[in-house]
Structures are given as C-alpha cells and as structure tokens.
C-alpha cells in the first residue's frame, strides 16, 4: 500500500482540549438564545410595551445580546470557543444587526437559508476537492475512517440544504410567529433526529483505539 493511501485511513486524532461540561449545559449554550429569542418574539409586547408587529425588532436584539454572552460563557466554562459557536454569534450579529439598523425582519428570517446553504456548499465543496471538512469539526468527538467521513459529511451537506429549503418555504408562507416558533421547536428537533439517525454509519465507521498488551 503507497503512504498516499496509508495517509487517508489513519485514524484522526483526538484533541483534548478545554474542561468537560455536562451534555445539557451545552445544549443550554447552544438552545438558550434561540429559546430566548422565541420567548421575547412571544411576549415582546408585553415585556417592552411595544406593537406587536414590532416585537420582532425586540426579539432580534435581544437574540444578538444572547448569542455574544453565549459565546463569552461557553469560553468561560469550557476553556475554549467552539467554531460553530464563533460562526453562529457571527451570523447572528451581522444579519442581526442588518435587520435593526434597515428596520426590515427579511434579513433575520433569511438567515438561516443563507447559513444552512453556505454549510451545505462548504461540506459538498470540500468532498468535490477530495476534503471531509466536517471531521475538522467532529474530530474531538468522533474518530472514523476516511470513508466514514466521506458519507458522513455527504449526508450532513445534503441536510444543511433540506433545512435551508425548509427555512425559505416556512417564513414565505406562513406567518412570522409560525416562523419563530419553527426555528426554535422544529429545526432543532429535526436536526436531533438526523443526527441519531447517522449513528449506524458512526458506528459502522469509527477507529476503535487500538488495545495496548501488557
């Protein structure tokens, strides 16, 4: 076998890197400014006494707020910045940001179409130039083969564009508390499902750590 092909099925390495944190502390990093997003779309009104076609606007800022002190926490308890953490508090700020400051909610509802196609166009892009860019990702929490990662990023690519699909046709046609209330209560539970639908693949994939004799 060439040192080419040694080179693509040795296992990647996994970094330990920050300080443990319990699963639901990072699912509450993760959910809690879209959870805090929906409930001030909810009740904006009455919190901040303002028009109801205004609470969007409240909702939005809030959501950037949410998002920066997510990130600063998730430094702050984990000892380190997760990527998709960085890029979410980014997104969020600009497209945010572009809402507020033009005074127009088209801004926050495309974002998630513009951001989910972006993943998708990267993960496919990186397999077309012969790169699973998602293992840059997982790789401290997953050790699979390259073939593992081929399928596995395919998969994930493909979804990333289902969900940007979903976005466009949810916020197009329905009203803008549906929209909210799907974003928060539906992607999420979407994404969770697929992602535990891949674990036949995962396990099918993964490097077992090889048994030291004594």
């Given amino acids: 076998m060439s040192d080419g092909a040694s080179e693509t099925t040795r296992p990647i390495p996994v970094e330990?890197?920050?300080r443990p944190v319990s699963p639901l502390l990072k699912l509450a990093l993760e959910?809690?400014?879209?959870?805090?997003?929906?409930?001030?779309?909810?009740?904006g009104d009455r919190l901040f006494h303002v028009a109801e076609d205004r609470r969007i606007f409240v909702a939005t800022g809030i959501f950037i707020v949410a998002s920066l002190v997510a990130l600063v926490l998730s430094r702050v308890l984990m000892g380190y910045l997760p990527r998709m953490a960085i890029v979410n508090a980014i997104v969020v700020t600009v497209f945010g940001g572009l809402t507020l400051a033009l005074d127009d909610a088209f801004f926050i509802k495309v974002k998630p179409t513009i951001v989910n196609a972006l993943f998708g166009c990267v993960l496919l892009g990186g397999l077309f130039?012969?790169?699973?860019?998602?293992?840059?990702?997982?790789?401290?929490?997953?050790?699979?083969?390259?073939?593992?990662w081929r399928k596995l990023t395919f998969?994930?690519?493909?979804?990333?564009?289902?969900?940007?699909?979903?976005?466009?046709?949810?916020?197009?046609?329905?009203?803008q508390d549906f929209w909210v209330a799907f974003k928060v209560w539906g992607v999420m539970p979407l994404t969770m499902i697929f992602a535990l639908a891949q674990t036949p693949l995962i396990l099918k994939h993964e490097i077992k750590p090889a048994k030291t004799e004594e």
Avoid at 31 to 43: D, M, Q, R, V
Avoid at 129 to 148: C, I, N, P, R
Avoid at 155 to 175: D, I, M, S, Y
């Fill in 16 to 18: 330990a890197k920050g």
């Fill in 31 to 43: 959910f809690g400014p879209l959870a805090i997003f929906f409930f001030a779309n909810s009740y």
């Fill in 129 to 148: 130039f012969g790169k699973s860019l998602l293992s840059l990702v997982l790789e401290t929490v997953l050790q699979l083969d390259a073939e593992g």
């Fill in 155 to 175: 998969r994930w690519g493909l979804f990333f564009f289902v969900l940007a699909a979903l976005n466009e046709a949810v916020w197009r046609t329905q009203t």
